[in-house]
C-alpha cells in the first residue's frame, strides 16, 4: 500500500451516512483510490479493496483510522473478467447486497505517440476501459436487485481535453470512461442507480508523482486559478456526495475537480 499524504479530510464526516452499504473500490490500494476507500469506510460503508496485489485490508484500517471490520481486501486484476467475477462473487458471498462501485484503477504511461506499443495501448485501455465495463457488468446485476446503486468512475482532465503527462492512449482511454458512463447512467437510472464520472486534474498521488518530479509538478499548478497541486481526500469527498443520498439527481455527470485548470 502506498500511502500520500492527504488521504484523509481535515473535518470529520457524518460517520453514519453510509451505514450498512456495501462498497467496491478497484485501484483502492494507492492513492485516489485510497482516499475513497477512506471516504467510504469513515461514513459507516463496508469497503472492499480490488487491486493488482490484495493490500493487508487490517494495514488499510489502521493507517485511515477506520474499524477492521469494514476493509475487505482481494487481490484482482481488474482487466481479467475471470478474476473480477469471483471477486464480486466473494463479496456478495459475505455481504449479500452492493451498493457502491468505484472504478479508481489506472495506468498512466507518458509515452509518446510513435512509441506506443500494440501491447501498451491495449493494456492502457485495458485497465480502465475494460476493467470500469468488467466491473460495472458484475455489480449492477445486484445493485438492480437492491433498487439503489451508485457508481463513480475515473475520468479525467485528460477525458475532457488531452493529458497532461500521459500518453494519447490515456487520454483515449479517459474519454472511453465518460462514453460508458453516460450510457449507463441513462440505462440505469429508472431502476435507482446513478452512474457518474469525476475528473480529475493534478492531483498528488503515486501515479502523478511518477510521472512529474516535485520540482516540475510544482511548476505546472502554478499558474492554476487555485495554484497548487490537489489532494487525495479532495477528490474522495467528491466521491463520497456522487455515491450518497444527498446526490440523487445527479447521473451522467463528468464532474471537474482541478483548481480551475481546465474551465468549461
Ligand atoms: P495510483 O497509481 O496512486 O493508484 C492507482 C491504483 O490502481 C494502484 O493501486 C494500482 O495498483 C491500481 N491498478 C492499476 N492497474 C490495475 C489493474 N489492472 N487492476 C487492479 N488495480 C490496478 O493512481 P491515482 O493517481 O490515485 O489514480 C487513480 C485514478 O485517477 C486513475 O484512474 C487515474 O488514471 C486517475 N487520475 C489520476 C490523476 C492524478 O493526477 N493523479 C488525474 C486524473 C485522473
Redesign the pocket.
Known sequence: M?V?AGLRAPTSADSTELAGRVAVV?????????AAVHALAARGATVAV????APDAEEIATALVVPAERIRSIA????DGGRVGRAFDAVLAERARLDILV??????PPTAFEDITETEWHRVL???VH?TFLCCQRALPAMRVGGWGRIVN?????GKTISTA?GAH?TTA?HGVLGLTRHLAKAYGPGGITVNAV??????????R?LLPPPVLEEAVRSFPVPRV?L?WEVAELVAFLASDRAAYITGAAVDINGGDLIV
Request: hydrophobic share 40%.
Open positions: 502506498s500520500t478497484t485501484g483502492g490500494a494507492s492513492g485516489m483510490g485510497l480490488f487491486d493488482l496485489a484482482v486484476d481488474v482487466t472504478n479508481a484503477a489506472g495506468i498512466a485495458a485497465v480502465s476493467g475515473f475520468s479525467s482532465t485528460a500521459g490515456y479517459k475528473c480529475p486534474g493534478l492531483i498528488d498521488t503515486p501515479m502523478a511518477g490537489g487525495p
